[in-house]
């Protein structure tokens, strides 16, 4: 029987996707020396361990609407379920690497995308949690089935940027706010009474100008 072991050795932006993609490269050995692999349905839960860095003032300033005052975060700053991911991986006998796609959002009601987009500079901790199914062959030829026990899992530090980079690709110097429908359509109507051709536009004449430091 398969004990397998894994490992993320990187992360990169998908560049040609419909939506916001990150590819980890996932190692997957077979300790069982001479065994054939035949496939793996394997699912992982990932999450971010926000506990597990440090945090510049910057951070704990972009955090806030998050965790709130960094006064109260050691009660409010917690690990979270970031998302869901599921692949099959192909035959191998020792070792195989596959890409493990997981969706990203930019919608700002969602609580992983404000902890990306607090962030600046550094790592992401996570921990990628698998379970599914092995199947394999045994001595004799015959197809065997085994489930992945539930103490399997991978840490890897997500690079900052290499989330940022993706945004930056699928969303270029833009931002994505999802807004209750009864407040577009007054925002929408304001846009059209006033004749205002964007929403930029829009947004600049709702918002106060920011005072201008006057040099003397």
């Given amino acids: 029987m398969p004990d397998l072991s894994f490992q993320i050795e990187k992360a990169e932006p998908e560049r040609f996707s419909a939506a916001p993609t990150l590819l980890f490269k996932l190692r997957i050995s077979n300790t069982v020396p001479g065994e054939t692999v035949h496939s793996v349905a394997l699912r992982c839960q990932i999450q971010l361990e926000a506990t597990r860095r440090q945090y510049s003032t910057g951070d704990q300033s972009h955090l806030r609407d998050l965790f709130g005052v960094p006064e ?40 992983a995308t404000k902890y990306f987009h607090g962030l600046t500079e550094g790592d992401v901790p996570l921990n990628f949690l698998f379970s599914g199914t092995v199947f394999y ?60 051709p964007t929403w930029e536009q829009t947004f600049e004449r709702i918002l106060p100008v920011p005072e201008q430091t006057v040099k003397r």
Avoid at 75 to 91: C, D, E, F, G
Avoid at 173 to 188: S, Y
């Fill in 72 to 111: 109260r975060w050691s009660q409010t700053l917690k690990n979270m379920l970031w998302t869901h991911a599921s692949i099959v991986a192909p035959a191998f006998e020792d070792t195989t690497v596959v890409d493990l796609p997981v969706p990203c959002t930019f919608d700002f009601n969602v609580a």
């Fill in 137 to 196: 062959g045994d001595g004799e030829g015959s197809l065997q089935v085994a489930p992945i026990p539930w103490d399997k899992e991978a840490r890897f530090r997500l690079p900052v940027k290499a989330w940022h980079e993706m945004m930056d690709i699928y969303y270029p110097n833009t931002a994505w706010l999802c807004l209750r429908r009864d407040v577009f359509e007054r925002l929408h109507q304001y846009k059209v009474e006033n004749a205002i």
